[in-house]
């Protein structure tokens, strides 16, 4: 069974602090993603990545920065935390022709409170 | 407005309830996905269609290329299809693009 698993599914975090997001793919997929979720916004991409390495913005990337030192392994950290980045945190990966017809798999998601 | 758009938010039903969600986007896409989000937060991936209808189980799936509108149903519904579904759309600018979701609580 093809599996995406983040390492915590409930964190809670002091403002300022540096935060460690992490997700593990088993299907050697080449795109790996990071999203937040919020009530009424929907997903929205922070970073992703196509190969080791090599990462690219998303849409909301102020205040993260990722890592991609092996293929399986992708990285989301808040350098400094903050209030405004409370929120459900979800990772995904997908073969390398995600834009083109091809499935995401997507981990249980992180729900992270920055106090 | 947002680039997908989903309709209802929230839908109650009865178990054995016909249920329709709605999902409209006013981009050009080469493909449209249905997830569903339970409750603890994971995502499954239900239908990727790029035309015409998928059926698996008792999902549906139905894609309008023309009107740029797409329905997920839902037969003989039941408390356990209580999720969140999400659209989202493979655009032709290379983003996936999800609508905000539509949450579906079924009821015995």
């Known amino acids: 069974d093809v599996k995406v698993t983040q390492s915590s599914r409930y964190l809670v975090k002091r403002t300022g602090e540096k935060v460690f997001l992490e997700c593990v793919q088993d299907m050697d997929h080449e795109n790996m993603f990071w999203y937040r979720q919020d009530p009424g916004l929907g997903l929205r991409l922070i970073y992703f990545s196509y190969d080791v390495k090599m990462k690219e913005k998303g849409d909301i990337p102020e205040g993260y920065s990722v890592s991609r030192e092996k293929k399986e392994r992708f990285s989301l950290i808040l350098e400094s935390a903050s209030t405004n980045q409370t929120s459900m945190y979800l990772c995904?990966?997908?073969?390398?022709?995600?834009?083109?017809?091809?499935?995401?798999?997507f981990g249980q998601g992180t729900r992270l409170t920055v106090v | 407005k947002n680039e997908v758009e989903q309709s209802p938010q929230n839908l109650t039903a009865q178990e054995g309830e016909f249920i329709t969600i709605n999902c409209s986007y006013s981009v050009g896409i080469s493909a449209l996905h249905w997830l569903q989000q339970h409750p603890g937060g994971g995502i499954v991936s239900l239908f990727m269609l790029s035309s015409g209808k998928k059926k698996h189980g008792r999902l549906i799936a139905t894609i309008n290329i023309q009107e740029k509108h797409s329905s997920l149903h839902i037969t003989a519904s039941h408390p356990r299809d209580s999720a969140v579904y999400i659209c989202a759309v493979d655009s032709n600018t290379d983003k996936l693009i999800f609508g905000t979701g539509t949450r579906l609580q079924v009821f015995p």
């Open positions: 995904a990966s997908s073969s390398i022709q995600i834009r083109v017809n091809t499935e995401a798999f």
